[in-house]
C-alpha cells in the first residue's frame, strides 16, 4: 500500500502540470479547476494511507495475540477493531506529513499560477 502513496503523487503533479500547460495556451481558468483533480488525489493518498495503518495494526494484533483478533479470528483480515485507534482516524491522516504540505504546496502552485496568468493578461 505504501507504493501507492507515490503514484498518488505522481499523478497529481502530472494532472497539475498538464494543467498548467493548458493554461498558458487557453487562460487561466484550467489552474483554478487543478483543485479537482488534486483534491481526489490528496483523498486516494489518504485513504490508502488510512488502509495501511489499519492492516499494521491487524498485523500486530495477530502477532501480539490481541483479544480482538480473537474475536473473528487471525484469517478474517477484519480491520473493523481498530477503526477508533487514533492513528487511523481522518483528521490524523489528512494530518499526517506525508500528505497535507505536499497537497497544500501543488495546490497553492496551481492557484499561484493562475493568479500570474490573469495578472500577465490584465
Known amino acids: 500500500m505504501g ?7 505522481a499523478s497529481a503533479v502530472g494532472l497539475v502540470a498538464g494543467l498548467a500547460a493548458l493554461a ?30 489499519l492492516f499494521r495494526h491487524l498485523y500486530d494484533g495477530v ?3 490481541d483479544p480482538r483478533v480473537a474475536e473473528d479470528g487471525p484469517y478474517s483480515m477484519s480491520v ?3 477503526m477508533t485507534e ?5 483528521r490524523s491522516v489528512f494530518g499526517s506529513w506525508s500528505v497535507w504540505p505536499f497537497y497544500t504546496v501543488l ?14 493578461r490584465g
Not at 498558458?24 to 495501511?52: E, H, K, N, Q
Not at 487514533?86 to 481522518?90: H, Y
Not at 492557484?111 to 500577465?120: K, T
Open 80 to 82: 473493523q477493531p481498530w
Open 3 to 9: 507504493g501507492h502513496s507515490g503514484i498518488m503523487k
Open 24 to 53: 498558458s495556451a487557453v487562460g487561466p481558468w484550467p489552474l483554478f479547476v487543478a483543485f479537482i483533480p488534486v483534491a481526489v488525489t490528496c483523498w486516494m493518498d489518504a485513504f490508502y494511507l488510512r488502509l495501511d495503518r
Open 86 to 90: 487514533a492513528n487511523v482516524r481522518w
Open 107 to 120: 495546490a497553492a502552485l496551481a492557484v499561484g499560477g493562475a493568479i500570474v496568468l490573469l495578472l500577465r
Open 63 to 65: 502477532r501480539k495475540d
